[in-house]
T-cell receptor
Framework: GAGVSQTPSNKVTEKGKYVELRCDPI?????LYWYRQSLGQGPEFLIY????????DSGLPNDRFFAVRPEGSVSTLKIQRTERGDSAVYLC????????????FGPGTRLTVL | DAKTTQPTSMDCAEGRAANLPCNHS???????VYWYRQIHSQGPQYIIH???NNETNEMASLIITEDRKSSTLILPHATLRDTAVYYC?????????????FGQGTTLQVKP
């Protein structure tokens, strides 16, 4: 079946602009995660949704970052007033229905802030 | 911080077994050992996980020591397509969040 998909695959923006990154989880998966991966580093946790609610947003670096999942399926990561340091690959993962289930990752969105 | 330590890099000859070690000396009784890998420019891919017993699936085997302080991921017949960064992660079994904490991983280079 279809895996986790993320759009766009690449996004180039200018410092100070607003961006939205989209994640389509595997159909039926209720748990959804966002991670960020800087060059040469392992992925770093940002936020976890169980259904529509953010159950753990402890990894969001500051209040410029926000994520939603209004219908419990598709999620959007929103970054306001982008900075050059936000440049990274943003990864989304989903798992069947519980926090302890195996996570399946999408291909990521590469964000470049000029 | 990641609770595991892995060698930075390893080489393996194509067709031979690749044995990737991981130390997790502070692992708790309710924590699983998970392995993921990341091929260049792709998202991480789940490989295998275990609690106490050795595990095997179509991709790999996981050997966990009796004291659970270390483990080894075995790719029985490595191919060039197995070249990737391999991450060993410990994760609480019944976590409220389930977040994965990645370290630097081991870069495995499979050579012809």
């Amino acid at each position: 079946g279809a895996g986790v998909s993320q759009t766009p695959s690449n996004k180039v923006t200018e410092k100070g602009k607003y961006v939205e990154l989209r994640c389509d989880p595997i159909s039926g998966h209720t748990a959804l995660y966002w991670y960020r991966q800087s060059l040469g580093q392992g992925p770093e946790f940002l936020i976890y949704f169980q259904g529509t609610g953010a159950a753990d947003d402890s990894g969001l670096p500051n209040d410029r970052f926000f994520a939603v999942r209004p219908e419990g399926s598709v999620s959007t990561l929103k970054i306001q007033r982008t900075e050059r340091g936000d440049s990274a690959v943003y990864l989304c993962a989903s798992s069947p229905d519980r926090a302890r289930d195996t996570q399946y990752f999408g291909p990521g969105t590469r964000l470049t802030v000029l | 911080d990641a609770k595991t330590t892995q060698p930075t890099s390893m080489d393996c000859a194509e067709g031979r077994a690749a044995n990737l070690p991981c130390n997790h000396s502070t692992i708790s009784g309710n924590e699983y050992v998970y392995w993921y890998r990341q091929i260049h420019s792709q998202g991480p891919q789940y490989i295998i996980h275990g609690l106490k017993n050795n595990e095997t699936n179509e991709m790999a085997s996981l050997i966990i020591t009796e004291d659970r302080k270390s483990s080894t991921l075995i790719l029985p017949h490595a191919t060039l397509r197995d070249t990737a960064v391999y991450y060993c992660i410990v994760r609480v079994a019944a976590s409220n969040t389930g977040k994965l904490i990645f370290g630097q991983g081991t870069t495995l280079q499979v050579k012809p």
